[in-house]
Antibody, heavy 117, light 110 residues
Framework: QVQLQESGPGLVKPSETLSLTCTVTGGSIKSSYWNWMRQSPGKGLEWLGHIHYTGSTEYNPSLKSRVTMSVDTSKNQFSLKMNSVTAADTAVYYC???????????WGQGTLVTVSS | QSALTQPASVSGSPGQSITISCTGTNSDVGSYNLVSWYQRHPGKAPKLMIYEVSKRPSGVSNRFSGSKSGNTASLTISGLQAEDEAEYYCCSYAVINTLIFGGGTKLTVL
């Protein structure tokens, strides 16, 4: 059974870059689509984008200019970088995977990232 | 792109059936049979319950069913059980190769 675990700093300063990693266990990253989502306080889930293990990406158009995703097949991990963060980027960030790019079969438990000075 | 619209909360008694609606537009729910539903218990990872409008992944109870009419998708849970109390999120594929989620619905089992 594929399991996902997010990791990274829980506090990021405004204008800096948010960096998160998702570690995949119980399966190979050389398959599936690897996604990032977030949920800001009091709001619904927001899809940030996905990366295929081949490196192809799709990003949410509203965040495309600030988001970069990458895959490290040697570590069975994939990552999210979001630059120029503001308080509005404070959220629980989730990683997720899907055999298809149309839904998510597996999710991590989420990690809270707070943007504050 | 606006989030899909879900009721903030629904409730039902054990054994009853409830339905959660998910309303989108012609750019997402209405144009594609690619709606999925996720269950999230507090502190736990979300779980896929329905994909492609009405298909259940292996291991998901047949008490969970999905449907769609026009721009509105629905998740029905029959024979409500205490363990069903959770938040439920719908999701749809949308134009420009994106996924869009609903605001979430908190289900309370009375």
């Amino acid at each position: 059974q594929v399991q996902l675990q997010e990791s990274g700093p829980g506090l990021v300063k405004p204008s800096e870059t948010l960096s998160l990693t998702c570690t995949v266990t119980g399966g190979s990253i050389k398959s599936s689509y690897w996604n990032w989502m977030r949920q800001s306080p009091g709001k619904g889930l927001e899809w940030l984008g996905h990366i295929h293990y081949t490196g192809s990406t799709e990003y949410n158009p509203s965040l495309k200019s600030r988001v970069t995703m990458s895959v490290d097949t040697s570590k069975n991990q994939f990552s999210l970088k979001m630059n120029s963060v503001t308080a509005a980027d404070t959220a629980v960030y989730y990683c997720g995977s899907g055999e298809s790019d149309l839904w998510l079969d597996h999710w991590g438990q989420g990690t809270l990232v707070t943007v504050s000075s | 792109q606006s989030a899909l619209t879900q009721p903030a909360s629904v409730s039902g008694s054990p054994g009853q059936s409830i339905t959660i609606s998910c309303t989108g537009t012609n750019s997402d729910v209405g144009s594609y049979n690619l709606v999925s539903w996720y269950q999230r218990h507090p502190g736990k990872a979300p779980k896929l319950m329905i994909y492609e409008v009405s298909k259940r992944p292996s291991g998901v109870s047949n008490r969970f069913s999905g449907s769609k009419s026009g721009n509105t998708a629905s998740l029905t849970i029959s024979g409500l059980q205490a363990e069903d109390e959770a938040e439920y999120y719908c999701c749809s594929y949308a134009v420009i190769n994106t996924l869009i989620f609903g605001g979430g619905t908190k289900l309370t089992v009375l």
